[in-house]
């Protein structure tokens, strides 16, 4: 009778290991190139340390002339026990144990790496003599999870040779031209030599120097050029000595589409891991591309990105001090390039500044907002302007425009940032007064009409609503003569424009009163107007309005004024309105033609 309480050895499925790893693992069979690879330069590696020899890696694709992929290294080998230790335990990684070496002596971590293989063969044949002087031996595994190891009869150099022979619909990913391609996308800068055999004889080295890491400017430009489609604006060295961190960062030479993520090409000990790591540079700096390799980041199993780990955000941090230390640079030594790579790159220095004092110093002067005078400098604006206002909002600001003075300013506040970065202005222009204002402070200001012209104003009022209806009509007293009207949609700016209206009347000492009477109705759902246009009393158009009798040209002017008011306002035209502007425009087109045409009768005189 069997022990049920005694320790029983997991059983391995390695079909389903196999379809666990193509399926959720690895993003493609390709990988299977890079997983051979990493087990040679590891090899390698191991040999080196053991005598200082090795450090090469020959690929024989699949061709007509070559059945079998073969892959061979120079490393340190394995005995008959090390073979069957290390490619009969998945999951096991067992070489750093074996060899006697440092972890991060190593690229392959996770022991799963030559099952790899078994997507895209069935059968795996790898001979290997070991560098202590003991027979070859011969490992052959297959895809139904049994294996054998026997002495290989045969005399090989030391080190080790994978053969693969593929399935017929895996043919392509072994042959010559997609071999190429994977090995010079996964060990182009590996440290080794790495040649392919070609077909037709002869031998291609895919590997060289590194570019990104010999600090060569001309090839770094050549190489980011290559990165990102066209010459880089400038190249950043980055140094990471922590993490054994080290690459450049390309500052592009055009800004990202919005919602672009970084894709940081990242190498570990010269093996690429991946073309779009998203989290290694920091969120603020989408205005660069970086390559970098590193000795001791940690890679997932699939090696196909990093492990957000300290390891991680110590890199992170340190390459975003690099790039800031670029930053101030550049502030103090080249301002026509600060310029150019501000024009460029705004939103992404108005995101860093707002957190950054030091570098707030430089580079917010460089910076621009949208102003009632134009596009200007922040540095411009704390120039010319003692007192500066702004708009929180897109919309607050093209109302409060209509009726700032021409002699102040108006910043737009509502664009990504610009409202941070304009209050920021005293601490680096203490001499500037910084104001936020909005449409309701704003509208609490217009006084109603003169006391003279009251009668006149009111009776302007009552005949414009009937002209237009549906919409309110209140006249006020603006600072811009120039602006006939203001249309306003905003319910608590219609409650300021009544709590005006009110105060006008009853005087200051009724104000509070009123104010907290027209909350006390409005937070009771009392009916309101949906929108209204307000006239500006100084406006002369609006006074000879006022004078203009009741009648058709009337209401038609009314009707006009209403449709410029709401295009000045940025407000969108829908069907009524743009409907109602047509109908006023041709009518009153139509009338003036017909007043300055002489009759026939004249003609004929």
């Known amino acids: 009778m069997t022990d049920s309480t005694a320790a029983q050895q997991f059983q391995v499925d390695l079909r ?3 379809d666990l790893l193509s399926r959720h693992i690895y993003s493609s069979p390709r990988v299977f190139l890079r997983e051979l690879l990493q087990n040679a330069v590891d090899a390698i590696a191991a040999r080196r340390a053991a005598d200082g020899d090795g450090g090469r890696i020959r690929i024989t694709p699949v061709s007509d002339g070559s059945p079998e992929f073969v892959m061979r290294d120079d490393g340190i080998g394995l005995t008959e026990t090390e073979v069957a230790d290390l490619l009969a335990t998945v999951g096991r990684s067992s070489k750093r144990d074996i060899f006697d070496l440092p972890r991060e002596d190593f690229l392959g971590q996770f022991g799963i790496g030559m099952l790899s293989c078994f997507m895209v063969c069935d059968t795996i044949v790898i001979r290997s003599r070991s560098v202590d002087g003991s027979a070859p031996v011969e490992w052959v595994g297959h895809s139904d999870g049994t294996f054998t190891v026997a002495p290989y009869p045969h005399d090989i150099p030391v080190g080790t040779s994978v053969h693969l022979t593929p399935r017929s619909d895996t043919r ?3 042959s010559t031209s997609t071999i190429m391609e994977l090995a010079e996308t996964f060990g182009r800068y590996l440290p080794h030599t790495v040649v392919v055999d070609l077909p037709g004889g002869g031998e291609t080295t895919v590997t060289e120097p590194a570019p990104f890491l010999d600090g060569d400017l001309e090839r770094q430009l050549v190489y980011g050029h290559e990165l990102i489609g066209a010459e880089p604006l400038d190249v950043i060295p980055l140094n990471v000595p922590g993490t054994q961190t080290r690459g450049v960062a390309f500052v592009l030479p055009f800004a990202p589409p919005p919602g672009a993520r970084q894709s940081t090409r990242v190498y570990l000990r010269r093996m690429l891991l991946t073309e779009r790591a998203d989290d290694l540079l ?3 700096a989408f205005f660069a591309r970086a390559v970098v390799d590193s000795g001791s980041l940690h890679p997932t199993a699939s090696r196909e990105s990093l492990v957000d780990d300290d390891a991680l955000e110590q890199t992170r941090q340190e390459i975003g001090d690099a790039i800031r230390r670029w930053i101030l640079e550049v502030a103090l030594q080249d301002p026509l390039r600060l310029s150019q790579f501000v024009s460029i790159h705004e939103v992404a220095l108005k995101s860093l500044v707002r957190h950054d004092d030091e570098l707030a110093r430089f580079i917010v002067r460089w910076l621009s907002v ?3 005078a134009g596009r200007l400098r922040i540095e411009e604006v704390a120039r010319r302007f ?6 929180e909002t897109v919309d607050e600001f093209r109302q409060v425009a209509s009726m700032t003075s021409a002699g102040g300013i108006l910043v737009n506040g509502g664009y990504l940032y610009d409202a941070d970065l304009v209050r920021r202005m005293p601490e680096l222009f203490p001499e500037v007064e910084v104001e936020r204002v909005d449409v309701v402070s704003e509208i609490d200001r217009l006084d109603l009409a003169p006391l003279d012209d009251r009668a006149a104003a009111t009776s302007l009022e009552e005949r414009a609503r009937a002209a237009l209806e549906d919409i309110d009509v ?7 003569p120039e602006l006939p009207g203001l249309f306003v949609a905003d319910p608590e700016v219609l409650r300021a424009l009544d709590r005006g209206r009110a105060r006008s009347a009853g005087g200051a000492l009724w104000g509070g009163v009123l104010d907290r009477a027209a909350s006390a109705v409005s937070g009771r759902g009392a009916e309101e107007p949906a929108a209204r246009l307000c006239l500006n009393w100084t406006n002369p158009v609006i006074r000879k309005l006022a004078s203009t009798p009741p009648g058709r040209v009337f209401d038609l002017s009314v009707q006009l004024l209403y449709v410029q008011s709401l ?12 409907a109602l502007m047509s109908t006023a425009l041709s009518e009153l087109v139509d009338r003036a033609i017909d007043t300055d045409t002489p009759s026939a009768a004249e003609g004929a005189s």
């Open 370 to 372: 949208d102003t009632t």
């Open 386 to 391: 003692p007192r500066v206002r702004y708009a």
């Open 474 to 480: 209140a006249v006020r007293t603006f600072e811009r």
């Open 567 to 578: 295009l000045a306002g940025h407000h969108p035209l829908g069907p009524n309105d743009r």
């Open 16 to 18: 389903g290991v196999i």
């Open 172 to 174: 392509a990913l072994l």
């Open 282 to 284: 920091p969120a603020w």
